[in-house]
């Protein structure tokens, strides 16, 4: 059955599998949607930061908002990447999210508008949406700042009649989440991704999704059926078992992403766990941890039973 409504839940994103030469390795890719929504996942984004994205040519991002969108199928909804510095590009992207019937598509707000007067940022998406009736989600991601602040926000409110919502990544991210539903109300779409390892807060916060990626995506579905069946303390034994896995991949960007393809590749959904520049190298340490903490985290998955959603 398609939906076209926006997620609640958890909707991770698909990393960029590559063969050691570099190149796409496409039918990786179809293997992570398929484990993804197997795994019990209430969604899909792609291509995220995560997914490598400053690394993928204008070509490769369209063909994984295409293949993505077809191979997904309308079975859960369906979030495309469409982040650009350049807005002309942004919007190519956006109608590429459009012509494959994708749920929304995200763009982030470009770093250097950080900063800048409001009207600024709302020129950038103003050109962003022209003549897309897809919604959009603002990703508001700034590593060591606030990010935009709510005057900006009700701006592009005001200006943007398909903004949806906001994927929040900032610092702190939990107040922030409470900041603007409080402001926009229940039907404003928040998200939160960078920020899963307080995980347990954000559902508090009423947070409508978590966009991690896909490699736990067992251990999110199995800890969001507690939650949401209302079952909390249930939820918290649950994540805190998942709590070391967390720890140890949300150390970086590039660290998080190496480890994700790690698992992957040891679970046998990708034939590499190759990245593109500028990578990351294990020394015999770290990889001796990642190695015990997959260990870890497949003695977990073995007792999840992918939920119903």
Do not use: C
Not at 30 to 45: K, V
Not at 220 to 229: D, E, N, R, V
């Amino acid at each position: 059955m398609k939906t076209n409504r926006l997620p609640r839940g958890f909707v991770p994103l698909l990393e960029t599998p590559f063969f050691e030469d570099g190149s796409i390795d496409y039918d990786g890719l179809l293997a992570l949607i398929e484990d993804t929504i197997a795994g019990g996942t209430n969604g899909l984004t792609a291509p995220l930061v995560a997914s490598e994205v400053h690394a993928l040519t204008k070509e490769e991002r369209q063909q994984i908002i295409t293949i993505a969108a077809a191979a997904i199928g309308g079975r859960v909804p369906f979030i495309a990447g469409a982040s650009s510095d350049d807005p002309d590009l942004a919007r190519h992207f956006a109608r590429i999210a459009a012509d494959t019937g994708a749920t929304a598509y995200i763009v982030a707000v470009p770093p250097a508008l950080y900063g800048h007067p409001a009207q600024d940022v709302v020129t950038f998406f103003q050109s962003v949406v022209d003549g897309i009736e897809t919604p959009l989600i603002i990703q508001d991601l700034q590593w060591n700042g606030p990010g935009l602040d709510l005057t900006t926000i009700k701006r592009l409110r005001d200006a943007l009649p398909t903004l949806a919502g906001l994927k929040i990544e900032t610092v702190p991210a939990g107040p922030k989440y409470t900041t603007v539903r409080n402001a926009f109300g229940p039907d404003f779409f928040i998200s939160g991704g960078w920020a899963v390892p307080q995980l347990i807060e954000a559902l508090d916060r009423g947070v409508d999704a978590m966009i991690p990626e896909s490699a736990l995506v067992r251990g999110f579905a199995t800890i969001y059926k507690a939650y949401s069946g209302g079952d909390r303390s249930e939820a918290v034994r649950l994540f805190r078992e998942l709590a070391p896995v967390l720890m140890f991949s949300n150390q970086e960007l590039y660290h998080s992403i190496a480890f994700f393809k790690r698992l992957m590749a040891r679970k046998g959904l990708l034939k590499s766990a190759a990245m593109r520049a500028p990578g990351y190298s294990w020394d015999r340490f770290s990889a001796t941890v990642a190695d015990e903490v997959i260990d870890y985290y497949l003695s977990l998955e073995a007792r999840y039973a992918a939920p119903e959603r």
